[in-house]
């Protein structure tokens, strides 16, 4: 399964508690389809102490969430856009549906 987002991409969420928000990709997993970003879908995690002298307690982490409820960011028109593909001859590069930027 291929994801249309990359790590450090920046996305606007569509779909949830956290629609309209925007964020910078952390880690995309193909396998599963799934993408973590920075400040959306956070959850509270109970974290046991595991070293002599570690705080224990419960702390906000993000959590994945699917790839298709979020939508790139053009870098250069701002806009969420969709991605399309072109063969160069650097390879395989993608592009902005609205502005035809690279990113």
Known sequence: MSVHVK???????LTGKDKGKQGKVLA???KE???????????????KP?????????VDAES???ACKAMLVCPKCGKPTRVA???????????CKK?????
């Open 33 to 47: 389809g799934k993408i973590i970003v920075e400040g959306c879908n956070m959850i509270k995690k109970h974290v």
């Open 64 to 66: 994945a969430m699917y």
């Open 99 to 103: 502005c035809g930027e690279t990113f």
């Open 7 to 13: 790590t450090n991409d920046t996305v606007v969420i």
């Open 85 to 95: 593909h072109k063969i160069t001859a650097e390879g395989k590069v993608r592009l």
């Open 28 to 30: 995309v997993s193909p």
């Open 50 to 58: 595991r070293k002599m002298g570690d705080k224990g307690g419960i």
